[in-house]
């Protein structure tokens, strides 16, 4: 029996597992510098799901109502069209400042790609964040708003 023969079957699970695996969230250079973790948020715990956009791409494209967004220990996280994202963010009073996006890097093209775009796009702005009824909205500075609704474990 020729072990060789398995090492490229071994090698190629690796790798999947490797690239389906959550990203590790970056940390401000400030945190990393002092050793110190990211601090808890007042948006922690909650898991939202797009379910309306006022403007431009994420209100047009049916691939947009898979956008996620996540929030945990001062991080927020999620699905953005194609590829997993995260970043940092701060709330004070009624804004929401969201860090640098990083994202994992799996190869996208057409809705998806258009959808992850616009959603970065937007993430590098300030927001003005609002609570309604079972439902958080974002205000971008241009007036686009971004209408979540909570998400369950799975999505």
């Keep these: 029996m020729n072990p060789m023969r398995y090492l490229f079957p071994v090698l190629a699970t690796a790798f999947l597992v490797a690239c389906a695996g959550t990203p590790e969230p970056a940390t401000e250079p400030d945190a990393a510098v002092s050793g110190e973790t990211p601090a808890s948020g007042p948006l922690d715990g909650g898991r939202w799901k797009l379910a ?3 403007a431009g791409p994420l209100a047009a494209l ?3 109502r ?8 001062g991080r927020v996280f999620g699905y953005g069209g194609c590829n997993r994202y995260t970043s940092t963010y701060k709330v004070t009073g009624e804004r929401l400042d969201i860090g640098q996006v990083a ?3 799996m190869y996208c ?3 998806g790609n258009q959808v992850e775009q616009a959603l970065h796009e937007l993430l590098k702005q300030p927001f ?3 609570r309604e009824t079972g439902a958080m909205r974002l205000t971008a500075p241009d007036g686009t708003q971004l209408r979540f609704e909570p998400a369950g474990k799975g999505e």
Excluded at 66 to 73: A, L
């Design 62 to 64: 049916e691939r947009a």
């Design 103 to 105: 994202s994992t890097l």
């Design 128 to 130: 003005v964040i609002s």
């Design 52 to 54: 309306q956009a006022s």
């Design 66 to 73: 898979q956008v996620t967004m996540e929030f945990d220990e």
């Design 109 to 111: 093209e057409g809705e």
